[in-house]
T-cell receptor, first 115, second 112 residues
Framework: DTEVTQTPKHLVMGMTNKKSLKCEQH?????MYWYKQKAKKPPELMFV???????INESVPSRFSPECPNSSLLNLHLHALQPEDSALYLC??????????????FGQGTRLTVV | GEDVEQSLFLSVREGDSSVINCTYT??????LYWYKQEPGAGLQLLTY?????DMKQDQRLTVLLNKKDKHLSLRIADTQTGDSAIYFC????????????FGSGTRLSIRP
């Protein structure tokens, strides 16, 4: 199983809603990542978890709150988002974070629209 | 600094070879990657090369790395319509923690 599974695939939420994006992998990877991709732009790193601890936060606004409940799961909690937060949110995992990174596997993404 | 650059568009005839180029600035890069993204989809890892190699071949794909010039290229032989996509060059930077930095992506279109 070399898949990273993200749910939901599409999400529409209002600016006052609270929602969560979910990501799951069963490859035994110990590093997991959240990326944000705006239309026609490259993915931009948001957060990195290593061994279930947050190791990188790329100055992401607090309305995005990541959580890693165990080594297979990564969540992104959303609250009070703005329309400009509409984007494709990609989850990725790799065997390790601080060691050489041979392969990072990406999920299909959650397409988020904030109205 | 961390910067990866690519040209935005490439158009090739079906059956010809496609060459997508990329330059990067961070000399501490460990791995360099090529990802493919089809419309509305996530990222698919095509191939990667370790920074101490200069070439890697995998079926129709050939990756060339010129570490001195910090230049990476992806050659797709016998380009097919299914190769239409955006191709992202990316580098893995090993500092306090590994990050993957993406280029802007090259949109490859195939003409008959």
């Amino acid at each position: 199983d070399t898949e990273v599974t993200q749910t939901p695939k599409h999400l529409v939420m209002g600016m006052t809603n609270k929602k969560s994006l979910k990501c799951e992998q069963h490859m035994g990877h110990r590093a997991m990542y959240w990326y944000k991709q705006k239309a026609k732009k490259p993915p931009e790193l948001m957060f990195v978890y290593s061994y279930e601890k947050l190791s990188i936060n790329e100055s992401v606004p607090s309305r995005f709150s990541p959580e890693c409940p165990n080594s297979s799961l990564l969540n992104l909690h959303l609250h009070a988002l703005q329309p400009e937060d509409s984007a494709l949110y990609l989850c990725a995992s790799s065997p390790h974070e601080t060691d050489v990174n041979t392969e990072a596997f990406f999920g299909q993404g959650t397409r988020l629209t904030v109205v | 600094g961390e910067d990866v650059e690519q040209s935005l568009f490439l158009s090739v005839r079906e059956g010809d070879s496609s060459v997508i180029n990329c330059t990067y600035t961070d000399s501490s890069s460990t791995y360099l990657y090529w990802y493919k993204q089809e419309p509305g989809a996530g990222l698919q890892l095509l191939t990667y090369i370790f920074s101490n190699m200069d070439m890697k071949q995998d079926q129709r794909l050939t990756v060339l790395l010129n570490k001195k010039d910090k230049h990476l290229s992806l050659r797709i032989a016998d380009t097919q319509t299914g190769d239409s996509a955006i191709y992202f060059c990316a580098e893995s930077i090993r500092s306090s923690a590994s990050k993957i930095i993406f280029g802007s992506g090259t949109r490859l279109s195939i003409r008959p």
